[in-house]
């Protein structure tokens, strides 16, 4: 009999997420029937879009999240024993699965051949954070050769990535995040032009010394008073905004408060977009196998910042909350 260790969701966030919020609790699970498989959790991720929904998920369900999980057992051809599949399991040990999509997630998925390259970066770089940041560049975002880019949440898993493919686009990236050690990453290694700390700076201003030409692309992930700064005092004249994420305002009990921006989009006539990951489904592999390709030629580097063992979800997604990762945040079960 396998005993899966579960996360459930007890209570709902109010604020900052609290650890009596989930409950680990343990599971039996039954026999695996024809078309099933039982998996057991790898890697986990943790995610922004896990406090974002929250309001939306029904208490006592599995707390959602992606996976990175070993067939340990199959009745089902397509997921055959010992294999490696990336899927909307949830915080959970083991899992048993028929292969079919979690509904309004996605479809669990052998992984590809990854030519040597870790398991775990399923969920980040050749997963979805990666192919949020290939296609948001490169189909919402739109820079051309030249551009000027900023980038919020520039250190953290996609807006890392933003950066470099902005980069091989022949842009000057200006990467936006909460400290110094962040910015160093960004300039010394992943070759970003320059860094603002929003903590320690005033961002208009070093905005206005790292670009004084203005923005002509600008990837949110941030929202809230950041954004509004860019989009009214930075942005350059038919300039475009992709809107990926808010996180500034993930945690708060009341809608944050911001400067209007319809000024600076009405004055600027700026072409603003928001975008989910989940929109390029039809051709998620497209994004993965660009992502490993520019990884294999040296050309985008990833970072994993990994808490150790599954009881540890919980601090894990609080401290990615915080601001604690470089790169994506995982655990290592
Ligand atoms: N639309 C889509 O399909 C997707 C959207 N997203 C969104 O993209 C954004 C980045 O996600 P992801 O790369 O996975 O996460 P990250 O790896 O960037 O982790 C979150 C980061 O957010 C930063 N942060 C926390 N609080 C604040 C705040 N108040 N103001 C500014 N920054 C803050 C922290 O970095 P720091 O030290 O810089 O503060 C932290 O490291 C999120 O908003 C997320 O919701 C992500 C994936 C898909
Ligand atoms: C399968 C996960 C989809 C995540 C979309 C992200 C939204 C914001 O964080």
Redesign the pocket.
């Known amino acids: 009999m396998v005993v899966a260790k579960v996360f459930k969701f007890e209570k709902q966030f109010d604020g900052f997420p609290q650890e009596t919020d989930l409950k680990l609790v343990e599971e039996q699970l039954p026999e695996i029937k024809d078309g099933e498989f039982l998996a057991e959790a790898v890697y986990l991720s943790v995610?922004?879009?896990m406090r974002?929904y929250a309001p939306r998920l029904p208490l006592g369900e599995t707390y959602v999240g992606g996976q990175v999980a070993k067939v340990t057992e199959s009745k089902n051809p397509k997921f055959p024993v010992g294999k490696y599949v990336v899927a909307h399991f949830g915080w959970r040990t083991h899992t048993i699965s028929d292969g079919k999509r979690t509904p309004g997630w996605t479809i669990p998925m052998v992984l590809p051949d990854f030519g040597g390259l870790p398991a775990s970066l399923a969920l980040g770089v050749l997963g979805?954070?990666g192919n949020?940041a290939y296609f948001g560049v490169t189909d919402i975002l739109q820079p051309q050769q030249g551009h000027t880019v900023a980038v919020?949440?520039a250190?953290?898993?996609?807006?890392s990535l933003v950066g470099q493919i902005c980069k091989i686009k022949g842009c000057k990236v200006i990467g936006i995040?909460?400290?110094d050690e962040?910015g160093k990453w960004l300039v010394d290694e992943l070759g970003f032009d320059s860094f603002i700390n929003?903590k320690s700076d005033d961002v208009g201003k070093a905005l206005k010394e790292a670009a004084p030409q203005g923005v002509d692309r600008y990837f949110d992930?941030?929202g809230?008073e950041?954004s509004s700064t860019i989009i009214n005092q930075h942005m350059k004249n038919f300039g475009r905004v992709a809107v990926?994420?808010?996180?500034?305002g993930y945690n708060e009990k009341e809608p944050p408060k911001a400067t209007p921006i319809q000024k600076g989009v009405l004055r600027h006539q700026l072409r603003m977009q928001g975008?989910?990951?989940t929109r390029w489904e039809d051709k998620w592999m497209e994004g993965i196998l660009q992502n490993k390709k520019w990884i294999e030629e040296g050309r985008l580097k990833y970072r994993e910042t990994v808490t150790e063992g599954f009881e540890n979800m919980f601090k894990a997604f609080t401290d990615?909350?915080?601001?604690?990762?470089f790169g994506?945040?995982i655990v290592k079960v």
């Open positions: 995610d922004p879009y974002a979805m954070p949020t919020t949440g250190a953290g898993a996609v807006g995040a909460g400290s962040k929003y992930n941030v809230g950041i990926c994420g808010c996180i500034s975008l989910h990951s990615m909350l915080r601001g604690g990762n994506k945040a």
